[in-house]
């Protein structure tokens, strides 16, 4: 099973003709932070749908809630982690063949966000729950 697997994704390395797709450090990080954006929009639209009710936004231990707005906006945390992993995968992908460390921190970098992003959406689920 775990050769078939591996059969699979060499297949899947060999379809990218870019040695920055290819290099599986790079493939991992990348793909982990899409699938955790695409966890973001789900669990988005899962909770709130097409809502234009007012919701908390932002709140704050010391003054309780503090900033209010529409459900729709909540949508600009996996927007805004989706523009910065593709920036990420171009700048990532241009500065390969001359520096891969920095190629690497840029995808890793990517995940992180997506992570952090995460946090922020389960957070505000929590609060809004």
Request: glycine share 6%.
């Amino acid at each position: 099973m775990a050769i078939l697997a591996v059969r699979k994704m060499a297949k899947l390395l060999n379809f990218f003709p870019s040695a920055f797709v290819r290099d599986r450090l790079v493939l991992v990080s990348l793909a982990a932070a899409l699938v955790v954006n695409i966890i973001l929009w789900l669990a988005v639209f899962g909770k709130f749908g097409y809502s234009r009710e007012l919701i908390p936004l932002h709140f704050n231990i010391v003054y309780g809630i503090d900033f209010v707005g529409s459900a729709r906006e909540l949508y600009e945390l996996p927007l805004s982690g989706l523009l910065l992993l593709g920036v990420n995968f171009y700048l990532g992908k241009t500065l390969y063949p001359r520096e891969k460390l920095f190629a690497y921190f840029l995808s890793f970098a990517a995940l992180l966000v997506q992570i952090l992003l995460g946090i922020a959406v389960l957070t505000l689920l929590v609060l809004n729950s």
